[in-house]
């Protein structure tokens, strides 16, 4: 069990191109959210993954951002046209069924120039 | 839940007891959770409490869960340099375990 992992751990862009985070969760763990964190604030939820099925995405997340997690193992998180307000460590955390553990990875840093 | 809420700061002698404090809104909160955050890294599990418990201690860690008032805190005994961090409150609702966090706590343990 090698824990939660993101890749990259910095991505640096320039506004308007696309970005895409992965995830690999911890095996066997059928539960994965993504957040996103911002200076000085705590995480704020982003999505949901029961397997590959999407249950939740937060009014936060606007129509340029999209996860998917086409085998219910891995998570992609893509942005569309980064804008700079994008700018913020991005979380990935995992769960085992209805376990009230959430392990999350070391995250994305996402800077936005 | 809904909204969660802690102090900001908090500085402590290394050697003292730290209490980390945070209130949360949602009366369906089923777990309350503590995690710590070290610069540049993820966030860590401490502990965590379920709802219709009022105490929990964990070696250095104790929590204590004040339902009615809707009240959580975290108790770090003996606090080391290594404590320090930021310490986030956070509850979970719901079948899935949404997880919603407060702002966080800075410790800040001095020699």
């Known amino acids: 069990d090698t824990g939660v992992s993101q890749d990259p751990r910095h991505k640096i862009t320039k506004r308007g191109q696309n970005v895409t985070f992965r995830c690999d969760p911890i095996?066997?763990?059928?539960?994965l959210y993504w957040y996103r964190q911002t200076l000085g604030q705590g995480p704020e939820f982003l999505t949901y993954?029961?397997?590959?099925?999407?249950?939740?995405k937060s009014r936060l997340l606007s129509d340029r951002f999209s996860a998917e997690r086409p085998k219910g193992s891995f998570s992609t998180l893509e942005i569309q046209r980064t804008e700079q307000g994008d700018s913020a460590m991005y979380l990935c955390?995992?769960?085992?069924?209805?376990?009230?553990?959430?392990?999350f990875g070391s995250g994305t840093q996402l800077s936005v120039l | 839940g809904e909204d969660v809420e802690q102090s900001l700061f908090l500085s402590v002698r290394e050697g003292d007891s730290s209490v980390i404090n945070c209130t949360y809104t949602?009366?369906?909160?089923?777990?309350l959770y503590w995690y710590k955050q070290e610069p540049g890294a993820g966030l860590q599990l401490l502990t965590y409490?379920?709802?219709?418990?009022d105490m929990k201690q964990d070696q250095r860690l104790t929590v204590l869960l004040n339902k009615k008032d809707k009240h959580l805190s975290l108790r770090i005994a003996d606090t080391q340099t290594g404590d320090s961090a930021i310490y986030f409150c956070?509850?979970?609702?719901?079948?899935?375990?949404?997880?919603?966090f407060g702002t966080g706590t800075k410790l800040q343990v001095i020699p």
């Open positions: 955390a995992s769960g085992e069924g209805t376990n009230e553990k959430l392990f």
């Open positions: 095996s066997e763990h059928n539960r």
């Open positions: 993954f029961q397997n590959e099925a999407q249950l939740e």
């Open positions: 949602d009366s369906s909160s089923t777990y």
């Open positions: 409490i379920f709802s219709n418990m």
């Open positions: 956070a509850d979970s609702v719901g079948g899935y375990q949404k997880v919603t």
